[in-house]
């Protein structure tokens, strides 16, 4: 079975340039996470979603970051406009029944210069 | 301050030694998850705990959850330097939702 897709798995722009992330969660899931990851703040949840809808996006640092999940297949989280600061490691999680459980993506690598 | 403390931040051992990682909070938890995370990988999920005083092993890896249901440790035999990578546990209030995660400990298993 194909894991949590996430494209693209690196990503360079420059600073106030829009950035788009994507991703595949795994099929029959329920629930879908974003994280960020930096040596600084560790993991951080940006935002979940159960049936495509979001539940919690008290993690997401300002209005710059957006996400959307328009159906069970697809999600993205956007960056407009993108700042040095925002340099991370991104990663897309799904879960299922259990949904405290998150089986991650690959992860994008952004660096925003 | 964070949730979730973990410890030792970082650990660096031989292969064959034996050692244990812990996961501490003043919060209880529903439930508790062990991930492993290697460089340029997502964390992989180990297990999850939900009962109090909880005892699960996968293969050299035997997992706890405090009979308060508020702490975990994590005890590994014999390490092999396949071990090595960055362990994260994550704690969930209630069955529904999000997940807080510790900042990990750094394991190095030397060969």
């Known amino acids: 079975d194909a894991g949590v897709i996430q494209s693209p798995r690196h990503e360079v722009t420059e600073m106030g340039q829009e950035v788009t992330l994507r991703c595949k969660p795994i099929s029959g899931h329920n629930s879908l996470f974003w994280y960020r990851q930096t040596m600084m703040r560790g993991l951080e949840l940006l935002i979940y979603f159960n049936n495509n809808v979001p539940i919690d996006d008290s993690g997401m640092p300002e209005d710059r970051f957006s996400a959307k999940m328009p159906n069970a297949s697809f999600s993205t989280l956007k960056i407009q406009p993108s700042e040095p600061r925002d340099s991370a490691v991104y990663f897309c999680a799904s879960g299922g029944a259990r949904n405290t459980e998150a089986f991650f993506g690959q992860g994008t690598r952004l660096t925003v210069v | 301050t964070q949730l979730l403390e973990q410890s030792p931040q970082f650990l660096s051992i031989q292969e064959g030694e034996n050692l244990t990682v812990y996961c501490n909070s003043s919060?209880?938890?529903?439930?508790l998850q062990w991930y492993r995370q290697e460089p340029g990988e997502g964390p992989v999920l180990l297990v999850t705990v939900v009962t109090g005083g909880e005892v699960k092993k996968l293969k050299r890896l035997t997992f706890q959850f405090g009979d308060a249901r508020k702490d975990s440790s994590l005890h590994i035999t014999a390490a092999q330097p396949g071990d090595t990578g960055l362990y994260l546990c994550a704690g969930a209030r209630t069955n529904a939702g999000k997940s807080t995660f510790g900042d990990g400990t750094t394991l190095t298993v030397k060969p």
């Open positions: 919060s209880v938890f529903s439930s």
